[in-house]
Nanobody
């Protein structure tokens, strides 16, 4: 059974940094793309960043380009989201997601989420 467990959220002042981690278990991690989503109160969930199974291809939401970096360590079955220069509008619950099948981009499995709060 696939499990995704996020960690690393917290309260930070504007301009600060956080690194989120998502530990995956239950299958061969290196065959699957991974994504980070966020959902702010009253808003729809949005894709923040995605990384391919090899790590060679990434995608970023326009509003986080240049500030956030997604990476993965396949030896540790973990995907990271380094968030720098955080802004109050980055406040949200952050989720990692993974597809059911290898070598595709989809979001079928979800973690429980980790809260990120950025104060002004």
């Amino acid at each position: 059974q696939v499990q995704l467990v996020e960690s690393g959220g917290g309260l930070v002042q504007a301009g600060g940094s956080l690194r989120l981690s998502c530990a995956a278990s239950g299958r061969t991690f290196s065959s699957y793309a991974m994504g980070w989503f966020r959902q702010a109160p009253g808003k729809e969930r949005e894709l923040v960043a995605r990384i391919s199974w090899s790590g060679g291809s990434t995608y970023y939401l326009d509003s986080v380009k240049g500030r956030f970096t997604i990476s993965r360590d396949n030896a540790k079955n973990t995907v990271y989201l380094q968030m720098n220069d955080l802004k109050p509008e980055d406040t949200a619950v952050y989720y990692c997601a993974a597809p059911r099948l290898p070598y595709i981009y989809s979001d079928d499995y979800w973690g429980q989420g980790t809260q990120v709060t950025v104060s002004s």
